[in-house]
């Protein structure tokens, strides 16, 4: 049946699966990608949306590298948020809603668009692996597929096991069936395993809710979007989303079934995401707070089902159902299905390296929930990642990584190989010590340029992002360059109660007075000329006026980033025998060996290692 070796096998086709087919094949590797489903690729399992705070920068830099997921985002939301936008601009972050069928369905179409991509439907059973070596995969009816790469993008479906109440069965997602034997060979081989768990809502019937009784949620009034591609538009009418609240008298009800939870009665040991918890979770964790945020997402243009975000849980559907019809506008409601928890296998990230390759056996690489993250983001850009790196690796190429200054992939994967992760792992932007750098809004200036040099990002995109970069810097030096009389400026400054000018001043110093905005400084003339005779657009000018407004903390956060850069520049010998660093604390001996850094930069983000170690380190090393 297949002849042919590839060079890259993709298995599994989520979210992290997707966008790894995708980056391989586009590099010119002959891709194949197999799933258990085909009608399931870029299923959306949990909650209908893309972006959220961290998770939306994430998104704009797989765009910027030439990934799929902020086009799919667009062609497929139904609502588009910037939250954050009360903070400054590193906080900023876009999220959109999606129609949930499409968003699946464009995935699908834009692979199958994808030239050096194959498809296969079955379930991956097992590794062909020779001298640490991986050849390829077997599947469950003993097709054996040879491959110079593998990529396993396993997601939930790893001895996945589902739990509603006291009643537990095999899946890996609803519906569908567990993936096995793929664990055991690699326990096997030598890795070292993990259970985690992680949770959904009930889907239930719009038809049957009150939503006059809850509070409307509406999308932006000027609604942005993800690609930095004109190939998308943003949208022009939007659906709302809708918020309500649990009670005491719904928290009494839940707690009623706690002796049939899963969660409480110990048949569940794993451990789940301590930032998206269960709703019995969150009254047993926070006992004072007498009611819970829910919001209600629609799951697409034209579907009556709507996501119950907030309400988690693996209770007695029973328990569910009564507790939910007592919350303000679900007095009536209809289940479409309950919700429930899931426990799989993962496999500690600290087993890798930066290019998310794992250190036992060459050439196979693990993104997405293997690694423990949670989110349709971390995994994207995981799966891209891998997928980048497993093409290079079979055209004899350099290895792709970022650093922590370049992106919130780089901080990820970084957290992930370095640190390790006990419970899902989820990105948060106090996670990034560089935000101010890492915002969603320049996230093509950081890395089209290197999505370009891959093969990944196209001309037209480099030649879009050169565009804005040199329109908005020219923008810069307008204001930097410009004066304004007083007579001008002062009406403007004084509607604004800010301190008048008594004489000409740049026009960059006033502007990057805190309460002047864009809004304010087109009432001068000369800006308002400069923007129609240059075209400038949305974008151009957003990035102008956080150029012009945080220079100052984007030139500091510039020079940290650079001192500490020096220390990734100082490389630890492959295979260093720490052993021999007698005056070294065990614990950092014990560490260091087993996660093996590359740099003197990420043996100092390790637990456990101290900056008194890493001054043994630096003395043994001669620097």
């Known amino acids: 049946m297949f002849n042919e070796e590839y060079d890259v096998i993709v298995v599994g086709a989520g979210h992290a699966g997707s966008e790894a087919a995708a980056a391989a094949a586009n590099m010119g590797s002959k891709t194949l990608l197999i799933t258990m489903n085909l009608q399931n690729i870029a299923q959306m399992s949990c909650n209908p949306a893309m972006g959220g705070i961290a998770k939306g920068q994430i ?7 030439g990934g799929y997921s902020g086009i799919v985002s667009d062609t497929s939301a139904i609502q588009f948020k910037m939250l954050n936008k009360s903070k400054g601009p590193a906080m900023w972050s876009p999220r959109v809603q999606s129609d949930r069928m499409r968003f699946a369905e464009d995935w699908r179409m834009l692979l199958e668009g994808t030239e050096n991509l194959d498809f296969y439907q079955e379930m991956v059973s097992g590794l062909l ?6 050849v390829g995969v077997k599947t469950s009816l003993g097709v054996e597929v040879k491959a110079k790469s593998v990529v396993l993008t396993n997601g939930t479906f790893l001895n996945g096991l589902i739990h509603i109440g006291d009643k537990n069965f095999g899946g890996g997602r609803a519906g569908e069936r567990a993936a096995t034997g793929i664990t055991e060979q690699l326990v096997n081989l030598g890795f070292e395993s993990g259970r985690m768990k992680t949770g959904t809502p009930p889907r239930v019937d719009g038809r049957s809710l009150d939503f006059s009784k809850m509070i409307e949620q509406p999308g932006d009034e000027d609604p942005q979007k993800f690609s930095y591609l004109d190939v998308t538009k943003p949208l022009t009418h939007q659906r709302s989303c809708h918020m309500s609240y649990t009670s005491e008298l719904v928290h009494d009800l839940l707690r009623e079934g706690f002796d049939r939870s899963p969660m409480f009665n110990g048949r569940i040991k794993s451990v789940g995401p301590r930032y998206c918890p269960s709703i019995e979770d969150k009254i ?9 945020q829910l919001f209600v997402e629609p799951e697409g243009w034209n579907t009556c089902e709507y996501y119950i975000n907030g309400f988690s849980t693996s209770l007695p559907e029973d328990v569910q159902f009564k507790a939910l019809r007592s919350v303000v506008g679900f007095e009536n409601v209809k289940f479409f299905r309950p919700g429930y928890a899931i426990e799989y296998d993962y496999f500690p990230p600290t087993q890798l390296k930066h290019t998310l390759e794992t250190k036992l056996v060459e050439g196979l690489y693990f993104a997405g929930q293997i690694n423990g993250t949670t989110g349709y983001e971390e995994a994207a850009s995981q799966g891209l990642m891998a997928g980048i790196n497993a093409s290079l690796k079979v055209q004899e190429k ?6 922590r200054d370049e992106a ?3 901080v990820l994967i970084d957290d992930l190989i370095t640190k390790g992760t006990e419970e899902p792992y989820r990105m948060f932007t106090s996670r990034a010590e560089y935000r101010t750098l890492l915002r969603q809004d320049n996230a093509d200036f950081r890395l089209t340029p290197k999505g370009y040099a891959l093969g990944l990002a196209s001309e037209k995109r480099l030649k879009r992002m ?3 970069q040199s329109k908005s810097e020219a923008f810069v030096q307008f204001f930097r360059e410009t004066s304004v009389t007083p007579e001008e400026a002062n009406p403007v400054l004084e509607s604004k109660n800010s301190a008048a000018v008594k004489q000409q001043d740049k026009m960059f110093k006033l502007y990057a007075r805190p309460n002047i905005t864009i ?3 087109r009432k001068f003339e000369s800006v308002e000329n400069y923007i129609q005779n240059n075209d400038l657009d949305t974008e151009i000018i957003e990035q102008t006026e956080i150029q012009v407004k945080y220079a100052g903390y984007i030139e500091k956060e510039k020079n940290n980033a650079d001192k500490l850069n020096r220390l990734e520049n100082l490389k630890i010998p492959v295979g260093f025998d720490y052993s021999k660093l007698k005056s070294m604390s065990i614990e950092a001996r014990q560490k260091l060996e087993k996660i093996q850094p590359v740099t003197i930069s990420q043996a100092s983000r390790i637990s456990g290692v101290n900056p008194n170690d890493i001054s043994v380190l630096l003395v043994y090393l001669g620097r």
């Open 59 to 65: 998104v704009r830099e797989i765009d910027a590298l």
């Open 284 to 292: 047993n964790r926070f006992a004072d707070k007498d009611r819970h």
């Open 408 to 410: 919130y992939i780089g």
């Open 466 to 468: 050169e565009e804005k």
């Open 129 to 134: 692996v020779e001298n640490h070596k991986v």
């Open 519 to 521: 809004d304010d400084v």
């Open 398 to 403: 350099e290895a792709f990584t970022l650093q």
